[in-house]
T-cell receptor, first 110, second 114 residues
Framework: GIQVEQSPPDLILQEGANSTLRCNFS?????LQWFHQNPWGQLINLFY???GTKQNGRLSATTVATERYSLLYISSSQTTDSGVYFC????????????FGQGTRLTINP | DTAVSQTPKYLVTQMGNDKSIKCEQN?????MYWYKQDSKKFLKIMFS???????INETVPNRFSPKSPDKAHLNLHINSLELGDSAVYFC?????????????FGQGTRLTVV
């Protein structure tokens, strides 16, 4: 089946720093989403981005479908950005289900 | 006006019991899912339903039985609970439209089997 790999697994930064999270996937996809799982366990939609670039405030994402990777950029980090960031993909030729990466745990220290 | 809501949020029960988790979505989506998040935070699909019909059963033990009374509801019933069933269970929904399959998740149900 499709492999989804996220890097780095862990990231610890000071407030105000910028970061880039990466998601590599092994096959063509119809859907790619980025989620933030906050410390209370909620999965929050960040981006629906099967291709191209999107921005939402301090966050932006880019997916290069032909090269099978996506990047999530977080600028001017705040402590509330802490949590686990998941990339999830849906195969182009598969049934509707998301396959998740193992996540990047981001800790922002004040 | 919660989009995907599941109840209960927490469930603590003894081994061997039977329990249910309910899920409802008000987004008008045709497809609903159950995902399981293990203790290492790994998320994996369990079931997928489209318009009340089962599409995916990802080799889940038959002690787990999803039921979809209508396309806005997908409940999960678990028989004879085992210690290994302890996890966070997420319900989700998405449109059944290849042009947009963005999924939205409920807040999760943390199941602890003792």
């Amino acid at each position: 089946g499709i492999q989804v790999e996220q890097s780095p697994p862990d990231l610890i930064l000071q407030e105000g720093a910028n970061s880039t999270l990466r998601c590599n996937f092994s096959d063509s996809v119809n859907n790619l989403q980025w989620f933030h799982q906050n410390p209370w366990g909620q999965l929050i939609n960040l981006f629906y981005i099967p291709s191209g670039t999107k921005q939402n405030g301090r966050l932006s994402a880019t997916t290069v479908a032909t090269e099978r990777y996506s990047l999530l950029y977080i600028s001017s980090s705040q402590t509330t950005d802490s949590g686990v960031y998941f990339c999830a993909v849906e195969l182009s030729q598969g049934a509707q289900k998301l396959v998740f990466g193992q996540g990047t745990r981001l800790t922002i220290n004040p | 006006d919660t989009a995907v809501s599941q109840t209960p949020k927490y469930l603590v029960t003894q081994m061997g019991n039977d329990k249910s988790i309910k899920c409802e979505q008000n987004l008008g989506h045709d497809t609903m899912y159950w995902y399981k998040q293990d203790s290492k935070k790994f998320l994996k699909i369990m079931f997928s339903y489209n318009n009340k019909e089962l599409i995916i059963n990802e080799t889940v033990p038959n002690r787990f039985s999803p039921k979809s009374p209508d396309k806005a509801h997908l409940n999960l019933h678990i028989n004879s609970l085992e210690l290994g069933d302890s996890a966070v269970y997420f319900c989700a929904s998405s449109p059944y439209d290849r042009a947009n399959t963005e999924a939205f998740f409920g807040q999760g149900t943390r199941l602890t089997v003792v």
